[in-house]
């Protein structure tokens, strides 16, 4: 089974903080994906990388970035977080097919 | 611009009877489609799919129907049992920022199974 891994499933920061989301795959996959779900808004893609040090932008990318050094770690970072960044952030990953394969998601609250 | 809209943000059927989820697209460039069904505090997983050669595609319980012409797939689950409460995903390859990597997503429905 395909197994994506989030480090962490609950955090609370500050606003201002710098924020490391960190996510592994063990099914050396290509494609990596960052997405966000908010209530009602349903899940927006961030950033997705589909090799190593490549990283291309999604339909939300402003505030954040990534990080992709190696094929199995994709990490996304807050620079500065901001209480509108409270959300469940959802990675996931792809052998280049359409079916992504998610894990179990870190929920961020910035105060 | 919302490529993949699900408009029914909630549904709540009775166990045993069906629920039709509904999922309505603007891309005529899409081809193939998948639904997702997401627990609270877990990741989404794959439910089924079904691409635009078919108009029907069934698995067990859940069938997916796709009409081309209307730019419309509904999602059925026969019969509907407690522990598929849970969000629904419609999703599609292709968007405005990855391209055919990314899946564009509507805003879920919420599926309630009243015991």
């Known amino acids: 089974d395909v197994k994506v891994t989030q480090s962490s499933r609950y955090l609370v920061k500050r606003t201002g903080e710098k924020v490391f989301l960190e996510c592994v795959q063990d099914?050396?996959?290509?494609?990596m994906f960052w997405y966000r779900q908010d209530p009602g808004l349903g899940l927006r893609l961030i950033y997705f990388s589909y090799d190593v040090k490549m990283k291309e932008k999604g339909d939300i990318p402003e505030g954040y970035s990534v990080s992709r050094e190696k094929k199995e770690r994709f990490s996304l970072i807050l620079e500065s977080a901001s209480t509108n960044q409270t959300s469940m952030y959802l990675c996931a990953s792809s052998p280049g097919g359409n079916e992504l394969f998610f894990g179990e998601g870190s929920r961020l609250t910035v105060l | 611009d919302q490529q993949v809209k699900q408009n029914s943000p909630s549904l709540s059927v009775q166990e045993g009877r069906i629920s039709i989820l509904n999922c309505d697209y603007t891309n005529s460039m899409f081809d193939y489609f998948l639904w997702y069904k997401k627990y609270p505090a877990e990741g989404p997983t794959f439910l089924i799919s079904i691409s635009s050669i078919k108009d029907k595609n069934e698995d067990g319980r859940f069938t997916v129907f796709l009409n081309k012409s209307a730019k419309h797939l509904s999602l059925h689950i026969v019969p509907s049992q407690p522990g598929d409460s849970a969000v629904y995903f419609c999703?599609?390859?292709?968007?405005?920022?990855?391209?055919?990597?990314?899946?564009?997503f509507g805003k879920g429905t919420k599926l309630s199974v009243i015991p």
């Open positions: 099914m050396d996959h290509e494609n």
């Open positions: 999703a599609a390859p292709g968007g405005s920022g990855a391209g055919s990597y990314q899946l564009t």
